[in-house]
Nanobody
Framework: QVQVEESGGGVVQAGDSLRLSCVVS????????MGWFRQAPGTERRFVAA????????????FTKGLFTISRDNAENNAKITAYLQMNSLNGDDTAVYYC?????????????????WGQGVQVTVSS
């Protein structure tokens, strides 16, 4: 059974930084891209960032403005994937539930349909 677990959310003040983590286990095929999405109240879930299987190619939504960084660790036996989203200089617009997702393929995608498994999401609240 595939498990996707996010952590690291919380309440921070504008200008603060936060690092989200995502641990994926139970995959039989771990050669996959990873992605982060977010959903603010009353809005659709939207793409934030993605990283390729080997971690060599990244893709970011324009609103991240170079302040977010996605990274990953692949366990030596490829049985587990850990992905991270470092977020700097947060502001109120970044308040949302953040979701980690496991890609269907090795390459990055921005569409939700390109992802097989999703975490439950973690709340990030930025107060001014």
């Amino acid at each position: 059974q595939v498990q996707v677990e996010e952590s690291g959310g919380g309440v921070v003040q504008a200008g603060d930084s936060l690092r989200l983590s995502c641990v994926v286990s139970g995959l039989s095929f771990t050669q996959r891209a990873m992605g982060w999405f977010r959903q603010a109240p009353g809005t659709e879930r939207r793409f934030v960032a993605a990283i390729s299987r080997a971690g060599t190619v990244t893709d970011y939504a324009e609103f991240t403005k170079g302040l977010f960084t996605i990274s990953r660790d692949n366990a030596e036996n490829n049985a587990k994937i850990t992905a991270y989203l470092q977020m700097n200089s947060l502001n109120g617009d970044d308040t949302a539930v953040y979701y980690c997702a496991v890609g269907r393929n090795t390459y990055n995608q921005r569409n939700m349909g390109g992802y097989d498994y999703w975490g439950q999401g973690v709340q990030v609240t930025v107060s001014s």
